[in-house]
T-cell receptor, first 111, second 114 residues
């Protein structure tokens, strides 16, 4: 059973465009929602994270939008760059006990 | 200085062999994990140790045995390797049962079983 559902599986965006990746969850015990970025040959690296007491968090070009009532959260990458081409994973955690990952989104930013 | 380091980076071996992957973290975290990433890039947790104590043991064949000599190290030993074990194995660490503590991953060990 997939605890965190992620879409789309792959995404192609023009340079300068906005990339949007969506995730949904069911377990209301989740209280921490990180996003990870993974480049080929590397481990996933924390990109940005949000807690359910806020609806949005922005760090540079990366923004998480969080909708607690809908149990959905999304990652927005503004002004997407070729260097952003990577696989992105959303995740959810219940008090740090265990992390559940989405299935990943392969992002390609075309110059 | 690498925060979570695992060795080897690549491991090619034949079916039936036994192999080990080592992991060390210098972040002072008290919880360490092993994740398996398959060819579709899905990340699946295998084990989690908190202060050398096993706290998560997902449905993993008992050919896989984690060992944590201290809270900075978590090794993975695999017996009687099978073709289906081919994957990338990631070690990770976090400040354990603390809310808002993210996972820190190593760069993975690509295991190929022939």
């Amino acid at each position: 059973q997939q605890q965190v559902k992620q879409s789309p599986q792959s995404l192609i965006v023009q340079k300068g465009g906005i990339s949007i990746i969506n995730c949904a969850y069911e377990n209301t015990a989740f209280d921490y929602f990180p996003w990870y970025q993974q480049f080929p040959g590397k481990g996933p690296a924390l990109l940005i994270a949000i807690r359910p007491d806020v609806s949005e968090k922005k760090e540079g070009r990366f923004t998480i939008s969080f909708n607690k009532s809908a149990k959905q959260f999304s990652l927005h990458i503004m002004d997407s760059q070729p260097g952003d081409s990577a696989t992105y994973f959303c995740a959810a955690s219940n008090s740090g006990n265990q992390f559940y990952f989405g299935t990943g989104t392969s992002l390609t930013v075309i110059p | 200085d690498t925060a979570v380091s695992q060795t080897p980076k690549y491991l090619v071996t034949q079916m039936g062999n036994d192999k080990s992957i080592k992991c060390e973290q210098n972040l002072g975290h008290d919880t360490m994990y092993w994740y398996k990433q398959d060819s579709k890039k899905f990340l699946k947790i295998m084990f989690s140790y908190n202060n050398k104590e096993l706290i998560i043991n997902e449905t993993v064949p008992n050919r896989f045995s984690p060992k944590s000599p201290d809270k900075a190290h978590l090794n993975l030993h695999i017996n009687s390797l099978e073709l289906g074990d081919s994957a990338v194995y990631f070690c990770a660490s976090s400040q354990g049962q603390t809310v808002y503590s993210p996972l820190h991953f190593g760069n993975g060990t690509r295991l190929t079983v022939t």
